[in-house]
Nanobody
Framework: QVQLVESGGGLVQPGGSLRLSCAAS????????MDWYRQAPGKDRELVAA???????NYADSVKGRFTISRDNAKNTGYLQMNSLKPEDTAVYYC???????????????WGQGTQVTVSS
């Protein structure tokens, strides 16, 4: 029905940058939510960046000023630009989406499969 696929992860040195993408495919009328979470080994999944219905953005304190969330609605794709990466940013990054399926307002809510980000020298 709907699939979210993340890409753009990899190995990067401290201080480097990566841009993650989350592409939504399937029966999509519009996208309400496309937020980013991460989960480090042995830790709970945490919210990294989100956009509100009013268009504001929220970031975890640990990434403020370094990460930027954005979305291209025409491409049904969300992005997470990550700059000045630190070893503590190492985690699997997931996008979380709420997609409107039709003009009646039916929605689908789910997760992508995740993409690994490793920050290490």
């Amino acid at each position: 029905q709907v699939q979210l696929v993340e890409s753009g992860g990899g190995l990067v040195q401290p201080g480097g940058s990566l841009r993650l993408s989350c592409a939504a495919s399937g029966s999509i009328f519009s996208i309400n939510i496309m937020d980013w979470y991460r989960q480090a080994p042995g830790k709970d999944r945490e919210l990294v960046a989100a956009t509100t219905t009013g268009g504001d953005t929220n970031y975890a304190d640990s990434v403020k000023g370094r990460f930027t969330i954005s979305r291209d609605n025409a491409k049904n794709t969300g992005y997470l630009q990550m700059n000045s990466l630190k070893p503590e940013d190492t985690a699997v990054y997931y996008c979380n989406g709420e997609v409107v399926l039709d003009s009646y307002g039916s929605t689908w809510h789910g997760w992508g499969q995740g993409t690994q980000v490793t920050v290490s020298s």
